[in-house]
Structure formats: C-alpha cells, structure tokens
Nanobody, 120 residues
C-alpha cells in the first residue's frame, strides 16, 4: 500500500488544519494492510508517537492531548483517512505521518510526512 499525505501547513495557535492520507488501494475492502489506519507525529529528538488511529469497524483512539480537538475519519468513497485538527497548540507542531497495517501499534506501511507548524 502506498500512502500519500497532504494538508500540512503553518497556522497560528487556535487555528485548524485537516490532514488527508490517500491510499493506493481501496480501504473499504477488508485487508490486513489497511485494517488500521493512523496518524503519527514526530518532532526532532523524540520518537514518533501515535496521535490518532481508526480501525475498519470505526473504533478510534487518540493521544490524550488530541482528545476533544482532533477527529480521525475514514472516507471509503475517496480511500482516504483524514485528521481534522482544531484549536491547534504550539505543542502540536511536528511532522505528521500516516500509516496503515493490521494493528495500530506496529504499522506496516508509512506515507511521507507532512509538516504542521503552530506558531504565533
């Protein structure tokens, strides 16, 4: 599976962005490679961390700091996974990667990163 991420940019604190991850194959067809789709974030000097994930049944999970502000969703018509981010904070800054696989903790496929910068 090839994943193409887009939607990053620079915003001021309190602003919003929506990231989109386009998959090269249908995500509506049951497949271990796209059972779970997720967004991870990486900042310099730190490990890549899970921000949000969604499985085929629609079960979602979020990093604590993202709860109430971020929403992950799967668009089966477009074969994309979107991450809507509201009320952005400077600590949300980082390179965001979309990923997919059988389980959320060990993705098999990664897209290229898209940079999100939250700064005044």
């Amino acid at each position: 599976v090839q994943l193409q991420a887009s939607g990053g940019g620079s915003v001021q604190p309190g602003g919003s962005l929506t990231l989109s991850c386009a998959a090269s194959r249908s995500i509506s067809v049951p497949n271990a490679d796209t059972n779970v789709m997720a967004w991870y974030r990486q900042v310099p000097g730190k490990q890549r961390e899970l921000v949000a994930g969604i499985d085929r049944d629609g079960y979602v999970s979020y990093k604590d700091s993202a709860k109430g502000r971020f929403t992950i969703s799967r668009d089966y018509a477009e074969d994309t996974v979107d991450l809507q981010m509201l009320f952005l904070k400077p600590e949300d800054t980082g390179v965001y990667f979309c990923a997919s696989g059988q389980v959320i903790s060990t993705p098999k496929y990664w897209g290229q990163g898209t940079l999100v910068t939250v700064s005044s």
